[in-house]
């Protein structure tokens, strides 16, 4: 009996000290995410239902039965959802061409289809409106101000996520099942009807449920190309807080939108690892080009010049004047003149403004997105801890569909009194997009750290490293690469970041994304063309941003198992 309860000690203490690690390790960003993220949250609710210092949830219901708040519910769920299957159809072949085969050009490709996802959403919009204005290319689609120049924005600025993480899977489904029904005589479409769509629905599925979350939560888009006559929820808790001071109906639609967000988070965790852009990472595609793959690579193709387009007109636009070939818009951005003061210092301060808290808020979101990584990816048979690694990694998710609106305001109401009276703050902004950019950092991190064989960590251990020289030796050296990738779509997403910014921005915080709008607000064409040329700037910075990512997310490499030692060498 004696001995019995003595080996029960011995198990249960390294359990103990394995949990404790696992907390200590979580209570820093954990913190970080109640502090900035969940306490402005609720106390934003916290005005709209407790007005007078008790619960009025009927308040809060009469709200949403106002006609334009029930107009703009359902404008975010059929545009959200119509946005949803255009970027399905869309991305579906350019998964398969740019992931299951090999052709010259893929890479590159791959890297520029990308780039809509971190481009910042007013230029997305000034691009789109650019192109559909009445003497733009497609002015003749009469679609400028339309709920459809809206649904045609947002399934632009998503189809990189449908191809992320539906490529990944296609990469890594094994060909035999498919050669085995072609064999049997199947037809090419027979074959993905009956053998490759089943195997992908997850994937798919999942995909779509992340594009529809960012397309309800979207807000510079639906700002911009919106305008006035539609609005989403996410744009009509931004006209509600700061134009009406409607706190009770902002909680309300911030309600409805956190529900919807928990929902889809949880269906697309369950369906499949896919969490959007930074999750996909999977070995280079190994078969050529073959004659059936004419199809997806023209449909491909035709997808780049669709991306391509917008970004072109956009261009074109910043460089014309009247009629007239002119470089008056980059000109005015370098004196900040051309809109009548309405910036307090010229563009190119606040392109350098967005760069520096760029950087802050990527090394901060990195910090942070590692330790929740490690959390997330430890092996262990205590209960404890994978309890801890998924409530942390669900918690870190929560800010890719929270209204960026909602933490603005909520930081601003929330920490504003002693002994956390940061409000007015310049670091508040970086800590935002830090927030911002965190899950995405994570979906970069976690599958990489899960790669790395646990037998690699247990040889090094028994030699007698310490855990922290487990991680320097073995874990940072094989994961290098997913964290300067990782590092780098959080500074793409953080230069972009433009709801929260829009309230925490200060004359010396004021952040590019801001600074454009701004100028957009000034009428006249001078001004309408230093804007264009802003956006430019700010395109071409994210777009150089991307293509370093791409060219740093290198193929896995497989391992074998030596029998000898336990480790694992590269093949």
């Given at each position: 009996?004696?001995?019995?309860?003595?080996?029960?000690?011995?198990?249960?203490?390294?359990?103990?000290?394995?949990?404790?690690?696992?907390?200590?390790?979580?209570?820093?960003?954990?913190?970080?995410?109640?502090?900035?993220?969940?306490?402005?949250?609720?106390?934003?609710?916290?005005?709209?239902?407790?007005?007078?210092?008790?619960?009025?949830?009927?308040?809060?219901?009469?709200?949403?039965?106002?006609g334009?708040?029930?107009?703009?519910?359902?404008?975010?769920?059929?545009?959200?959802?119509?946005?949803?299957?255009?970027?399905?159809?869309?991305?579906?072949?350019?998964?398969?061409?740019?992931?299951?085969?090999?052709?010259?050009?893929?890479?590159?490709?791959?890297?520029?289809?990308?780039?809509?996802?971190?481009?910042?959403?007013?230029?997305?919009?000034?691009?789109?409106?650019?192109?559909?204005?009445?003497?733009?290319?497609?002015?003749?689609?009469?679609?400028?101000?339309?709920?459809?120049?809206?649904?045609?924005?947002?399934?632009?600025?998503?189809?990189?996520?449908?191809?992320?993480?539906?490529?990944?899977?296609?990469?890594?489904?094994?060909?035999?099942?498919?050669?085995?029904?072609?064999?049997?005589?199947?037809?090419?479409?027979?074959?993905?009807?009956?053998?490759?769509?089943?195997?992908?629905?997850?994937?798919?599925?999942?995909?779509?449920?992340?594009?529809?979350?960012?397309?309800?939560?979207?807000?510079?888009?639906?700002?911009?190309?919106?305008?006035?006559?539609?609005?989403?929820?996410?744009?009509?808790?931004?006209l509600?807080?700061?134009?009406?001071?409607?706190?009770?109906?902002?909680?309300?639609?911030?309600?409805?939108?956190?529900?919807?967000?928990?929902?889809?988070?949880?269906?697309?965790?369950?369906?499949?690892?896919g969490?959007?852009?930074?999750?996909?990472?999977?070995?280079a595609?190994?078969?050529?080009?073959?004659?059936?793959?004419?199809?997806?690579?023209?449909?491909?193709?035709?997808?780049?010049?669709?991306?391509?387009?917008?970004?072109?007109?956009?261009?074109?636009?910043?460089?014309?004047?009247?009629?007239?070939?002119?470089?008056?818009?980059?000109?005015?951005?370098?004196?900040?003149?051309?809109?009548?003061?309405?910036?307090?210092?010229?563009?190119?301060?606040?392109?350098?403004?967005?760069?520096?808290?760029?950087?802050?808020a990527?090394?901060?979101?990195?910090?942070?997105?590692?330790?929740?990584?490690?959390?997330?990816?430890?092996?262990?048979?205590?209960?404890?801890?994978?309890?801890?690694?998924?409530?942390?990694?669900?918690?870190?998710?929560?800010?890719?569909?929270?209204?960026?609106?909602?933490?603005?305001f909520?930081?601003?109401?929330?920490?504003?009194r002693?002994?956390?009276?940061?409000?007015?703050?310049?670091?508040?902004?970086?800590?935002?997009?830090?927030?911002?950019?965190?899950?995405?950092?994570?979906?970069?991190?976690?599958?990489?750290?899960?790669?790395?064989?646990?037998?690699?960590?247990?040889?090094?251990?028994g030699l007698?490293?310490?855990?922290?020289?487990?991680?320097?030796?073995?874990?940072?050296?094989?994961?290098?690469?997913?964290?300067?990738?990782?590092?780098?779509?959080?500074?793409?997403?953080?230069?972009g970041?433009?709801?929260?910014?829009?309230?925490?921005?200060?004359?010396?915080t004021?952040?590019?994304?801001?600074?454009?709008?701004?100028?957009?607000?000034?009428?006249?064409?001078?001004?309408?063309?230093?804007?264009?040329?802003?956006?430019?700037v700010?395109?071409?910075?994210?777009?150089?941003?991307?293509?370093?990512?791409?060219?740093?997310?290198?193929?896995?490499?497989?391992?074998?198992?030596?029998?000898?030692?336990?480790?694992?060498?590269?093949?």
């Amino acid at each position: 009996m004696a001995a019995a309860v003595a080996g029960h000690r011995r198990r249960l203490g390294p359990a103990l000290r394995e949990a404790l690690g696992a907390l200590t390790l979580a209570a820093v960003p954990v913190g970080f995410v109640v502090l900035f993220f969940v306490v402005p949250v609720i106390g934003m609710l916290r005005l709209g239902l407790w007005p007078q210092g008790h619960l009025d949830l009927g308040g809060a219901f009469d709200v949403l039965r106002r006609g334009y708040i029930v107009r703009a519910i359902w404008f975010t769920l059929w545009s959200s959802a119509v946005a949803t299957a255009i970027a399905v159809v869309l991305g579906l072949p350019a998964a398969y061409a740019l992931y299951r085969v090999r052709w010259p050009g893929a890479r590159l490709v791959r890297a520029f289809l990308a780039v809509p996802f971190v481009l910042p959403t007013v230029v997305v919009g000034i691009a789109f409106r650019e192109l559909l204005h009445p003497g733009g290319l497609l002015g003749w689609t009469h679609a400028d101000g339309t709920a459809w120049a809206v649904v045609a924005g947002l399934a632009y600025f998503n189809v990189a996520v449908v191809i992320r993480v539906v490529g990944a899977a296609w990469a890594g489904l094994d060909p035999r099942q498919a050669e085995v029904a072609a064999g049997l005589g199947a037809r090419p479409l027979t074959v993905l009807r009956t053998v490759t769509l089943p195997a992908l629905r997850p994937a798919v599925v999942s995909a779509a449920s992340v594009v529809f979350l960012f397309c309800a939560t979207s807000f510079g888009v639906v700002l911009t190309l919106g305008g006035l006559r539609y609005a989403s929820v996410e744009s009509e808790i931004y006209l509600l807080t700061t134009d009406l001071f409607d706190l009770r109906g902002a909680a309300a639609l911030s309600i409805v939108q956190l529900l919807a967000v928990i929902v889809l988070l949880a269906l697309a965790g369950r369906l499949g690892s896919g969490w959007g852009l930074a999750g996909a990472q999977t070995a280079a595609p190994t078969r050529s080009l073959r004659r059936g793959d004419a199809g997806p690579l023209a449909a491909t193709l035709a997808l780049t010049a669709i991306v391509l387009l917008p970004l072109v007109t956009l261009v074109v636009g910043s460089l014309r004047v009247g009629g007239h070939w002119t470089t008056v818009g980059y000109r005015n951005l370098a004196a900040g003149n051309g809109c009548g003061g309405c910036l307090p210092g010229s563009v190119t301060t606040a392109l350098l403004t967005s760069l520096r808290i760029s950087l802050w808020a990527a090394l901060l979101s990195l910090a942070l997105g590692l330790l929740v990584a490690v959390v997330v990816t430890r092996r262990s048979r205590s209960v404890t801890v994978r309890r801890v690694g998924s409530v942390v990694d669900g918690l870190v998710m929560l800010p890719l569909g929270v209204s960026a609106v909602t933490l603005g305001f909520g930081l601003l109401v929330t920490l504003d009194r002693p002994p956390v009276d940061f409000r007015g703050e310049p670091w508040l902004v970086p800590v935002a997009q830090a927030l911002v950019a965190l899950p995405l950092v994570v979906r970069t991190l976690v599958p990489a750290l899960g790669s790395v064989d646990e037998g690699l960590r247990e040889s090094a251990s028994g030699l007698g490293a310490s855990p922290l020289r487990v991680v320097l030796t073995i874990d940072l050296p094989l994961v290098r690469r997913s964290l300067l990738a990782a590092a780098g779509f959080a500074f793409a997403a953080s230069l972009g970041e433009f709801g929260a910014t829009s309230f925490l921005a200060r004359p010396q915080t004021l952040t590019l994304p801001v600074a454009i709008y701004r100028v957009l607000g000034h009428p006249g064409a001078a001004t309408y063309t230093m804007a264009l040329a802003a956006s430019v700037v700010l395109a071409a910075t994210t777009t150089v941003v991307m293509l370093a990512v791409e060219s740093l997310r290198a193929p896995r490499r497989s391992y074998t198992r030596c029998s000898c030692t336990g480790a694992r060498s590269g093949s």
